[in-house]
Every structure is written in C-alpha cells, then in structure tokens.
C-alpha cells in the first residue's frame, strides 16, 4: 500500500461521562481538569465532561441516550420545548468539538466508556481510518492486557457517536465494571490508553514515519436478544454461565447461549461468530443480549504527517 | 445449651426488587409467581415485589432508600403530601407482611439483595436468632460455595430492613453482580439457598429435631469512606486492586486499601479485620468504601417444632 501523509494533528478531545454512570471516564476527566496545563508538547488537550446532568444523577442519560444523538439529522433537527436535554447537549458538544464533517473540528476525538460485559479494553471506531488503526496498534503494541477493535461499518452521515464529531475519532471501551463502580484496574487500563494515544500523536507530530501492517478487528454481524415472554415482554432467561464473561471466545453452533430461570439451556444455532457486549446492562432496554462478530483483517499503509 | 422449641413456621415470605436494580430478586419473584400454587407442604409462600416503581424505572429507589424505612419511628410516623414513595411502600408491606413485633407478622422474611462486590451468598441478620442460625447452618451445609454470615447488632425497634418485619427474618446478599444485570451463576445461588430455606421449614415442621452447634459470623466493626476531596467532595481514589474483590480476606495493618486516580497507595491503619461490602455500588453516596467486621462464632442449641 502506498505511504500516506496526514496534516498534524495537534487539537485533541478526551470525553468522559457520555454515559453519566460510566465511571472510567468521569474520573479520567476530572483528574485530567486538574492540571491546568492542557497542552503535551505538541498537542492541545480539551477535556469534556460530556453529560454532567447524568453523570450528577449517575444515571446513563437523563431524557435520551446521548451517545445515539450525533447523527446529521438530530445534529440538524430544530429545536422545540420539547427537545431532550442530551439533544441539546449534542448540539453544544458539536459546536465545542466540530462540526462534524467541518474543517473546525478537533483533529482526535476519544470518548471513554465502559460496559458490563467482560469486554477487556476495545476500541471503536466506524470506519476505515489509517489514522485510528495506526493510533490502535501503538497501544496493543505496549499494553500487556490484550487490547481489540471492533470496527462499525456506518457511513459518517448516519453515525450516533460522539466520537464521530471528531476528523478523527473513536471510543475507548473497557469492562466489567458496574454501572456507578470505579474500578482502580480498569482506570488503569483507560489511562494507559489515553497516555499511550497522546504519545502517538507527539511523535506522529514530530515527523515520525509509522510503518503499515495490519490488524484484527471484529465486525459485528448481528445482535441476539434475550428470550422473553410474548406477553409480558419480561426476560425470560439470562445469558448461560457458559456463554457470560467469555466475550470474544467463538461461539459455535450448539453451544449453550441462555439459562432461562425455570432451568432449560438454549444453544446457538448458525455460524461460528465471536461474541461481545454479552449481558451488557444498558442494551438489555435496546433488546440486546450480545452482539455477533465476525473476525476480519485490516491493511494499513505507512503514516507520516504532512509538511506544509 | 438447652433444647429450643418453637411454634410451626407456616408462613414465608419471599421478597425481591425492594432495591429495583438489584435483577436477582426481581427475576426470583416474577417466577415463583409463575406457579400459582403458593404452598410447598406445610408453608404457604407469600411471594412480594417490595418497590415495583423502582423495578420499573430500574433503579435503587424512587425517593427514598426502601430498605431504611422500617425502623418502628419511621413506620409509624404520620403520612403527609411530602411523605416519599419508599415510606408509603413500607408502611404498605407492614400492613400486608407485619405488623413487625406483631403477632399477625409472617413467619419468616427473606429478602433477596445484590451486591456488585466479590462477597458470594451471605445471610444478613440483626440479632441472635436461633431460627435464623439453624437456616444459616443447613444452607451452608448443601451449598457448595461458600456461604458466610453477617450479623448486624441492632436492636428490633431501630432495625430499619424489610427482613425486620417478619417474626423471623434475614436478608440473602449475593454478589458480584452490577446492577440492572441478572446473572445466571448469582440466580442459581439465590434459588438454591430460597429451595433451602424451604426444605428447612417444611423438615422443621414436620418434627425434626435439628442439633445444635456453632457457626461462625461477621459483625461489623467499622465503615471506610473513599478518599475525598474536601473541597468538591468528589473522591480521589478507587478501592486498591488488591483489595477489589477481597470481600473476607483478613485485611492487615498496611496492606494496600486505596490507589488515587494519580497513582499513590493507601494503606490500611489499626487491628486485623475482614473487610466487606467492598466497591458497593450504593454505597458511594453512603460515603462507604468498605466495611470491616471481626469474625465470630455464635452457638446455639438444638431446636425443634413446640407441638400445640
């Protein structure tokens, strides 16, 4: 592939408290807010308590999820009496960080998160992006807790994220961690990632040539939705313990997926696909047990940045 | 110690969702509601969703913390416009499970909790009870993880738990599990103890006469707040990963207790005691880390139905 150059990128974002009871990223914020010197060497750091009515109520959102809300047409619906605070909330957060697709935008927008799941540290991202794969192989390269990539496959117009406000972009995922629980390990590990992404940039800016290579990433093909009583809609069984913290270990045709509360196991029928998000607390209101994925390889090109 | 006897214990009450986010008693209620027959041999269940609009709005509380409002001071006060929620609630579940101290009070009440610390299936209970011993030592006995006893000293008027209502009663606290999720590994745990409890009252009734003996138990010593700051109030360190998920290992005088967000080690200070109830969710805003407990052993006497 042929060698690519990117304009510096000097202007980065780091957002915490999205989701109000995610607390990796509320204390990352604070902690980063601090010290007043937001600049490391070459880059400028703004740091954003994205939804601090939730994370005041320590809720995930108050009226809507806000992390649904950075599409272009919420970005562009008018606002009423009856607009949800997080809508509003985006709108600032776009005109603080973008606009999104705009040339004012900050240049690396990383949004930290956490799940339920036992996910371990991921990254999320929506697109093919040398920048962002370049940024994830830096830090598998030096963590020594496995680190993944779970790649999005949406077009920038339709994505909900606020990671996509960013020129570039992408959430940083970690669990187990319960809702309203800091963990000290997983801090650690988000931390880690944060250092390790604002490192990347100081030598990316400093003229340093990356090579190319690639890397695993999982692509998710469908969700599974917790069985439930057709009348009540009640969850009827929960994620098997045989399926419950094994994220990311293939699950193959038969193997038991759900307990359902009176005893019965059910299996997995169809391909052998990775699973992840399993038992996640947020989704089981948006009707997802875990989510499928496939396993696919990414080729990236040697990065540099561009000279004026 | 002499032979205990006892009058039948004909009436049990099973509560769950007295904090709406805790999944396990929620899931366990809605499915013994299921069955329509409400009696196993000579024990007619009564089956009970303590806060069915924190259930719904999956939360610990609407207004007000349930589980703090049945201290005999609160469920007589008199009901105003402002009296919150949870005190109507419990003032509704006296009249229906109670009175506490009352004759007409069910006979035993067990109320399912979660926990998101490491602390596995444990019986919380407030004063020597030889009923609530006996239950503890046969559950113990079949279960094949293990299961402790905490022993809270508190005298009847001033116990402030829904278990208090009933003539004899004890909370079951499973953990970990974060909250808004259900388990399947933490639902099998809290069935088989509630089978348990079930299978004890209906051999009690029946005439068996069960030994005596010794146990040991949990008493509370002391709490631990999170390290904060005293300006904000916000807290500056997370539970240190040595201790994270150490509910019951003896904490000794300088081990690790705390890391801060910016990396410094707190150590823990006075006697050898067993901490508990570590990085609980719900307990942040109780200005609780940790609680520390002594370990002791409560012996009590063989025990058996009092015949009319």
């Known amino acids: ?46 740091t954003v308590m994205s939804n601090p009515r939730a994370v005041d109520a320590c809720r995930r959102y108050i009226d809507k999820d806000l992390n649904r809300c950075f599409t272009d047409a919420l970005l562009s619906s008018p606002i009423t009496d009856s607009t949800p605070y997080e809508l509003l909330r985006a709108k600032e957060l776009n005109d603080q960080l973008g606009p999104k697709g705009g040339a004012g935008a900050v240049d690396l927008l990383c949004d930290i998160h956490n799940t339920t799941a036992n996910m371990g540290l991921c990254l999320i991202f929506y697109s093919l992006d040398w920048v962002t794969l370049h940024i994830y192989k830096y830090i598998q390269s030096k963590m020594t807790t496995p680190v993944r990539a779970i790649q999005l496959d949406i077009p920038l117009s339709e994505a909900y994220s606020l990671e996509s406000v960013g020129k570039y972009g992408f959430a940083i995922e970690v669990g187990p961690q319960p809702g309203g629980v800091v963990r000290a390990d997983i801090f650690n590990m988000v931390k880690e990632a944060v250092d390790l992404t604002i490192e990347w940039l100081q030598r990316f800016n400093s003229g340093e040539t990356f090579d190319g290579g690639e890397v695993e990433a999982f692509s998710p093909v469908q969700t599974v939705d917790y069985p439930r009583d057709p009348t009540t809609n009640e969850i009827t069984a929960a994620v098997h313990p045989q399926l419950q913290d094994n994220d990311f270990k293939l699950l193959q045709p038969g193997d038991p997926t759900f307990l359902s509360f009176s005893g019965e196991t059910m299996r997995h029928e169809g391909a052998a696909l990775y699973p992840f998000f399993v038992n996640e607390c947020a989704y089981y209101e948006k009707k997802i047990a875990y989510q499928l994925a496939k396993k696919i390889t990414l080729t990236f090109p040697s990065i540099s940045v561009k000279k004026d």
Do not use: F, W
């Open 1 to 46: 592939m042929e060698h690519v150059t990117v304009p510096p990128l000097s202007r980065l974002a780091i957002c915490g408290g999205t989701h109000g009871n995610e607390m990796s990223g509320v204390y990352m914020v604070r902690e980063m807010q601090k010290h007043k010197d937001a600049r490391a060497g070459s880059v400028a750091i703004t």
